[in-house]
């Protein structure tokens, strides 16, 4: 028998130590919220930053048909979030940076989804990937094997910058102007974590497109965006990008707005820092609905935005990592595997053909192209993501990516080895044609899983996908590139805002019962990264809805004009007769006439709306300080740890380090551009708390600040027990002492420091 | 041997009588009733995946699914905890769960076909790669922990196993095959006592 030890001393070498350290932390929480000692919005917001996400029934509570019943988990009362009960399933978001993944992270995903979750993974339209009914009990060493192949869930969910998106062409496109994926990367990794990016209201996406044309990387429905593009300057072509910034869908979607014509290559990333920096300290914080930096641009106009951010750009230190990764740019991204084929002219199977014609897309290389693997509603088995993993390893190396359509693609694949990679997929069940065809439906989770879902959007794209695949060869040809996409509620993350047809789930109710419903909305554009928003025209009873795509669609093919695409022939009809279209359909009937209608799909439980909770997409408003302290104590606890295994070294080490981040969380209050060395947070905080007598004790005066000089000035090289045990006492008074102080300071009530 | 996470699967005689479309309202019954072993949360459907995890009775504790793994349809029953726990104990449970929930489909008014599964033939899956890997080692480890467990089932019937899947980053699965098929009512009566 294997011998059996913990993830964390295997993978120990594996990890960056960064990262190491951030789960440790974490999972340091986890005990410390076990013992009662964080407050549950400050674990909730903690937990959120590290993907770790709440599901539909975690309030402990689900309407079974009958009542409304308690999910009695053997937790009791601990919970991991307001209402949010400990035992309850949640769901593990895992960044995937422009979607791009290798045969090593593949196979350990697919371990992860088979030993935590429920052997399925599901990639989502920001092309992360995401497992369902995961135990936060599992997380940390979760988290520890996706950082041992270089993955990290660090803020894929809460009030920060989330994954950075990029075309899944980038570097292989036929219309762009550059490969976008280096500066995509280095921007996921010059955020993440960031000291600026930790204090906003609500989230921050990020995209980058290599056109202007294309769907691409869908810039203007993010809060910043960046489209590629080059400039003759001083006789040299140089690579710049367009900004966009305050674009989001939601409830109140905003198209982004052109910030910045010309950024070159060496100005993003301070200039996401500042535009960061600025949404951090003027972004709404206390109402969340308002708090998306759509709203700040809203409010300030683009032209004060853009001072504003001018300003804080020209007064931000310098940090070399601004353009460090300048250098890796010009050696490329990988490329392909294996040298280019062309396709010989052997006959082959319908099922080939169709295929080829949907699912592959040629390079600009010539001789290789790029294979979408058709994911049905983005989900796939272990087994299938191995299979992918082999593919992978044989055909394409390093060149897979998730994309925002739900699906995933090999790029690189040589022309020659197409029938190949077509047999193997088929082997695993995923040769599907119509890949980013009207059968390629996207949806978020809904009522499936998601807390805010109304409608189950999963199951009626898996309906609506079933008929048109069925009569997909009858299909006109006008109907065949339509894109539906599918929200479960206002929300949007199904991005119905940006489809030909795109539905939102909503509840009506028809005397005593709840009918669910899909609002039709029309006019919106995918194409021009997002290039317009449709509108809702009304709304249809959940199960009328594949009718009514019939309807729809038998009459665009009867009417449209030679080369009218769908958003034309909605904008000459008009919303007005549009919504004749639909009238028949929104007539509910009584429920003893009909009672199928109340019900969604694949759920025979009457409808109802009892079973959404409050939901986690906007985060927790936790104050900075907050966070940061936290970190401090958590530093503490680990502290204590060591000392409990007999390494003092590393107790003391720990103790004196949960004192700087106190001080620094401290500090952090009134100067953000603190660097973050011992030093520096020491001489800040003498300064600004110390010298100012501002952090003395009303007892003890400066009592509990001395034992933070004192440990700063000595070296210790090699403490006892005693001494250790000593520093962890003198840490966590000084913890206490600056809660103590930031409490004194903002208002809040105090009792002081027991001695 | 302790492990967080582990499953059985019975196989369906006759692959073609299951209807995914049937059993979603099957197992949200299950949930109003409590018909089956551990705390039921939720169904989940995934019948549009390739052998996929078809249907599944999400649980706090045990998950149960009518699985087309391997294009084999069948009821999976997966024991899960989020602290390693004895092997042994735990597939007496599962196994136990399996049985009964078997055999409510067997008996269940509301499935048009006629559901009868194979009891003679038994996928046995350690999902914990820190304690058990995929490896011949490994699998006669696991065998030697659950043996008792199938002498129990099987009344003495020669039993044969053997690595279920080739593939070293699959999880260790034994399939478990016995000369003989028992009826379902008496596998359930032979672990009623325990």
Redesign the interface.
Known sequence: ??K????KT?LQDDMPDQWANEIDHFEAQIERKRQGAVADKVFAETRLRRGVYGQ??DNGK?H???ETRD????CGDLTKGPETVW?A?GMQRIKIPFGGLNAVQM?VL??LA??YS???LHVTTRQDLQL??V?I??TPDLMRRLAAVGITTQEACGNSVRNVTACVLAGVCQEESFDVTPYSRAMSAFLLGHPDCQDFGRKFKIAFSGCREEACGLVRMHDLGFIAQKRVINGAEQRGFEAYVGGGLGAVPRQAKLMEEWVSEADILPLAQAICRVFARMGEKRVRSRARIKFLVDKLGMDEFQKLVREERSSMPHDSAWTDYLEGVSSGEPGPLKGAGSLNGEPRSESFSQWLMTNVYTQRQSGYGVVTVHL??G???S??M?GLSDIARKYVGDNVRTTVEQNIVFRWVCESDYPDVFQALDA???SDPGAGTVVDITACPGT??CKLGISAS??LA?QL??QLAAKNEFLDDAIKNLKIKISGCFNSCGQHHISDLGFYGASRKVGVHSVPHFQVVIGGKWKDNAGSYGLAVGSVPSKTVPKVVDVVTERFVQERQKGEVFQDWVGRVGKKEFRAMLEPFMKVPAYDDDPELYTDW????EFSTRDMGVGECAGEIVSLFSMEITKAESEAFEAQLSLDDGDWKQADKRAYQAMLLSARALVRTEFLDLPNDPQSIVDEFHTRFYATERFFDKYAGPKFADYLFARHESSRKDPDRDSAHTLIEESLLFIEATHACENRLTGAATGGVQL | MKVKCAALKFYLEDSETVSTAEIIPLFHRWIQNKSVDGLLIDVADYSHMHQGPGVMLMGHDIDYSIDFGEGRPGLSCKMKGTTPSDLGDGLERILKAALVACQKLEQDEHLTANVQFHTGEVLLSVYDRLSVSNSSESVDDVWAQVQGHFSRLYQGADVDFQVAFEDPRAACSIRIQAESSPSLSECVSRFANS
């Open positions: 028998m294997e059996s030890t913990n993830w295997i539909r029934y689900r079974d048909g009958t999910l009695v988990f053997p035992d399933p196979d697919a371990d088979e030993e429920d052997a399925v369902h009914y135990h009990d599992d049905p509603l989900d796939l088995s087994f299938q191995r695993i069940g995923l499936d899983t999963r199951g898996g996908r079933t694949n759920d025979p439980r």
